[in-house]
């Protein structure tokens, strides 16, 4: 079992974030992991994206030209990203800033307006978690507690944003589940 992913976005979008939190996931059940960011020199509004590669053999390179998924939170990401995807692969769109129309048949298609779930439950910054639960939802790459569990205890000393992530996975998984 392999499983590769994509995930980006802007800057300050927690695209990074949660590519940690999937790899720590992960290595949780055991599993080997690779988690790569990349990044520009801006902190906020430049471009961020992340692989992770989560697998029971040894992993032989970190570089995945062309993925099983990506996460996608905005659209310069669905325009780098979206082609890369190996057919039968899963994208995951963030419709709430993605405006342009994925022109891929060979894919599975989520479409996850995770700003607007995350602002409804009470924080627009939710919206990496909101996302990262549909992909576990779409792809089982982890166990959903166990991923749960990795954000409780990511949160452990901001108990204030705990129960926000909570909610944000589950709707995410939810709303994934409903689409699959």
């Given at each position: ?46 471009t ?40 039968g692969?899963?994208i ?8 342009i ?53 990511k ?5 204030q ?20």
């Amino acid at each position: 079992m392999q499983n590769e992913v994509v995930i980006a976005g802007f800057g300050g979008q927690g695209v990074l974030s949660a590519g940690q939190i999937l790899a720590y996931s992960a290595m949780a059940e055991g599993f080997n992991v690779v988690w790569l960011p990349s990044y520009g020199p801006e902190m906020r509004g430049g471009t961020a994206n992340c692989s992770v590669v989560v697998s029971d053999q040894p992993i032989a390179s970190p570089i995945i030209p062309h993925p099983g998924a990506a996460i996608v939170m905005n659209n310069p990401s669905l325009e780098r990203f979206g082609p890369a995807v190996k057919a039968g692969g899963i994208i995951i769109i963030n419709t709430s800033l993605i405006n342009i129309k994925c022109q891929r048949d060979d894919v599975t298609q989520i479409n996850i307006g995770a700003n607007q779930v995350a602002m409804d439950l009470g924080n627009g910054k939710a919206a990496n978690m909101v996302i990262l639960g549909a992909y576990v939802a779409a792809t089982k790459a982890v166990s959903f507690d166990v991923l749960k569990a990795t954000v409780r205890e990511k949160f452990a000393r901001k108990p204030q944003f705990e129960e926000l992530n909570m909610r944000a996975l589950d709707a995410g998984f939810e709303l994934a589940g409903k689409q699959m």
